[in-house]
């Protein structure tokens, strides 16, 4: 290969770069955001919850709303806040779907969306906080709470900010968290069969081949 066949590649190379980086800055419109549908998100979310397939449908798309939200640049420290709960475990399975979601967050966001947990140091650090200045944390707390509440609004309207903050609240509240939640099926660990293959494999009378 010669000099100038070289230099051409590098061009190329430094281009797909700065095409890459473009798009990585790219947000999609809300409208673009909510059009992506995964039906297999959805019927999972059924079988760990005792909801209707329909509603289902319905907190997978306030999911990709708040996804959406905290893609945009510029905005305040968002929270999963009790109200919001019930959107948390759709985002916790939407992640399960490493592929899709990593897929939907980069031709929509041109990011990943990482999903961090409050840390045992943060939870540390606000209890601390906490106890020196009770009332100047419960402020600066209602303050976020509003900053957090006015993007909701800016961006997605007052009908969201009821739906998340009043209708959630009474749909989605204790009762419904301890009743409603169903363990994936575990029949098949104590099953006969079952039962009858681990005790061939122990006595070596059962050998798996590749």
Known sequence: MNTTQTRNQFKIKIKNLEN???????????????????DEVVHRFTTLWDVSFVEAQDLFLETKKWLWLCAQP??????????????DEMWHNFVLFSREYMEYCHDCFGHYIHHA????????????????????????????????FGLIYQKLGVETVL????????????????????PMDMNWITSPEMQKIVSLFKAGKLVIRN
Not at 20 to 38: F, H, P, R
Not at 123 to 148: H, L, N, R, W
């Open 117 to 148: 947990p409050t840390t045992h140091r943060e939870k540390e650090e606000y209890k601390q906080q906490y106890e020196a200045d009770p009332i100047g944390v419960a402020e600066k707390t209602t303050q976020e709470k509003i900053k957090q």
């Open 20 to 38: 890459t980086v473009q798009k990585s800055g790219t947000i999609c419109s809300l409208d673009q955001a909510l059009e992506y549908q995964n």
């Open 163 to 182: 739906k998340w903050y009043i209708e959630y609240p009474e749909r989605y509240n204790e009762e419904f968290f301890k009743q409603s939640y169903q």
């Open 74 to 87: 510029e905005k305040p420290r968002l929270a999963i806040t009790t109200p919001l709960l019930i959107i």
